[in-house]
């Protein structure tokens, strides 16, 4: 199959009310990265006009941040079919990326710092609070050690062998608690899902839940490649080797997070031979 024959469409969920700190940062790197390939690429908002039918043709989804007061307008649209819908790309494993405000609404319910609790999907099994006004955000640069053991395997193999870490930006008042879900990874540097059990996100089926912003991708564009090759596997039932792309300034902003924050890691370009 030809570069030029792939077709993608990339789902971006609520854009005007679910964008916050750059998370538009995530659809651009994977539409670029699709461009760059030579596949015919759309983004398909999926916002208060899509239908649940609009939700069901997408072959990834990103989902970004929001303020307490968005996230209560998305969630009263999202609801019957096109709530169902949203629940069938997951389980069946429509590859995401969901940002802090997303994941709280793919979960079981956020409660905002004053208001009424607004209810989730239940699709990921996590709760999150936010503990009130008064109470410190969590916001920094966060560094992330991948655990989720499948997405570590495919990272690995990505990034010659290397453990993959993650660099990213939080910015959120809710505290997430985890079910029966794994975690995305290990905070390294940084707060996560709630700033005291040491976990960061959630993965579940090929979705990547985070509390890291829109630079993600930018930062990590290994995660971007995941993202395009689970897609791609999905739709074409067979697996499509992604052309390699110039990493190299992505990879170099990567060295110098990590030394001025002070964090040690193998990073991929040292531990290729
Ligand atoms: N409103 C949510 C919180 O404060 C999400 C914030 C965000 O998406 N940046 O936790």
């Known amino acids: 199959m030809s570069n030029q024959q792939i ?18 940062g995530n659809v651009i790197v994977l539409e670029r990265r699709c461009l760059w390939r030579g596949y015919n690429v759309k983004v398909l908002p999926l916002d208060r006009n899509a239908t649940a039918d609009d939700i069901r043709s997408v072959d990834l989804i990103v989902g970004g941040g929001a303020q307490d007061r968005q996230q209560e307008i998305v969630m009263r649209d999202l609801q019957g079919a096109k709530a169902e819908a949203m629940r069938e790309k997951i389980e069946n494993g429509t590859p995401g990326v969901f940002t802090c405000g997303s994941p709280q609404l793919l979960g079981h319910y956020y409660e905002p710092g004053f208001g009424q609790r607004i209810q989730g999907l239940g699709i990921l099994d996590i709760v999150s609070v936010h503990p009130g006004e008064n109470v410190r955000r969590c916001i920094g640069n966060l560094v992330v050690e991948v655990t989720a053991s499948r997405l570590v395997q495919d990272l690995k193999k990505m990034l010659g062998g290397a453990t993959p870490y993650l660099i990213g930006f939080e910015n959120h008042g809710g505290r997430t608690k985890l079910g029966k879900v794994e975690a995305l990874g290990r905070v390294v540097y940084g707060l996560g899902n709630n700033g005291e059990d040491g976990t960061e996100g ?3 089926q090929n979705a990547i839940a985070t509390y890291s912003h829109g630079p ?27 052309s390699p792309l110039d990493d190299t300034l992505a990879m170099q902003g990567r060295e110098a997070m990590f030394k001025r924050l002070k ?10 031979v």
């Open 263 to 272: 964090v040690s890691v193998a990073t991929p370009a040292a531990a290729k």
């Open 7 to 24: 077709e993608l469409t990339i789902g971006w969920l609520y854009p005007t009310l679910m964008s916050t700190y750059g998370d538009r």
């Open 216 to 242: 993600l991708l930018p930062k990590n564009p290994f995660v971007a490649d995941w993202l395009i090759q689970t897609a791609l596997r999905l739709k074409y039932q067979q697996a499509i080797a992604l």
């Open 202 to 204: 959630v993965f579940y």
